[in-house]
């Protein structure tokens, strides 16, 4: 399952590529605004720091606008992956882009006959909302089960981003679902590589290293 980092923040992306276990960026014009960036500058630097895609959203909601501002993102790197929303005009924006062969993330999926209208329109990626869907009373990996389930009944190419994830456990159902990238805040990401017995077992290994009196 390849990791993409949810964010806007370029140290923390920086730190996280650093690990060379960073496939991918998200950003959302929420994380944009919490960046305090210029919206060009700070995709151009993630763009820099990934090879990967790194996506960044539209945010008109008529066709035509949307794709001239899939215009200007797409100028900003050749790994810019233009995210359009699960709409009707979000959908058509998405068939002629990829159709000229720019990768595309529709966003804010939650149900699978969105997902499967995405496919259909020929999506890179597919992001379902599973923290969001959880929040309303929803079962947020349910519908990634569903999604996999149809994607695979008619060999759909169109990866299953999972989005708006909160917590490691989230990672985990996705990776036994075998969702193919899950995107998260850079918090969830470094808390994957902690475990208190880990912790604990470094700290008695060193303990014991030391009364030996060695050096590597
Ligand atoms: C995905 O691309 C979105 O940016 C993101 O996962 C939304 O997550 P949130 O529900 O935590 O805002």
């Not at 990791?3 to 140290?11: M, Q, S």
């Not at 690990?19 to 305090?36: F, R």
């Not at 500058?41 to 035509?64: M, Q, R």
Request: aromatic share 6%; charged share 20%.
């Amino acid at each position: 399952m390849k990791f993409f980092a949810d964010t806007a923040e370029i140290a923390a992306i920086q730190e996280l590529a650093a690990t060379g276990l960073l496939d991918g960026v998200t950003t959302n014009p929420s994380l944009i605004a919490k960046s305090g960036r210029d919206f060009k500058e700070v995709t151009k630097e993630i763009c820099a720091i990934v090879d990967g895609p790194v996506s960044a959203e539209v945010v008109a909601l008529d066709h035509e606008t949307m794709m001239k501002e899939a215009e200007v993102l797409r100028k900003i790197a050749d790994n810019v992956c233009i995210k359009v929303p699960l709409t009707i005009d979000g959908l058509k924006t998405c068939k002629k882009l990829t159709g000229d062969g720019t990768m595309v993330n529709v966003t804010l999926c939650f149900s699978a006959t969105q997902a499967l209208l995405a496919a259909k329109a020929g999506a890179t990626f597919v992001s379902p909302f599973v923290g969001r869907h959880d929040d309303n009373g929803f079962d947020g990996m349910q519908l990634i089960g569903d999604i996999k389930l149809i994607y695979e009944n008619y060999g759909f190419k169109t990866e299953i981003l999972v989005a708006s994830v909160r917590h490691g456990i989230h990672v985990l159902q996705a990776a036994q679902i075998g969702a193919d990238v899950m995107t998260a805040p850079p918090s969830v990401i470094k808390g994957l590589f902690k475990h208190v017995l880990t912790e604990k077992g470094i700290e008695g290994f060193l303990a014991d290293w030391a009364k030996t009196g060695q050096s590597i």
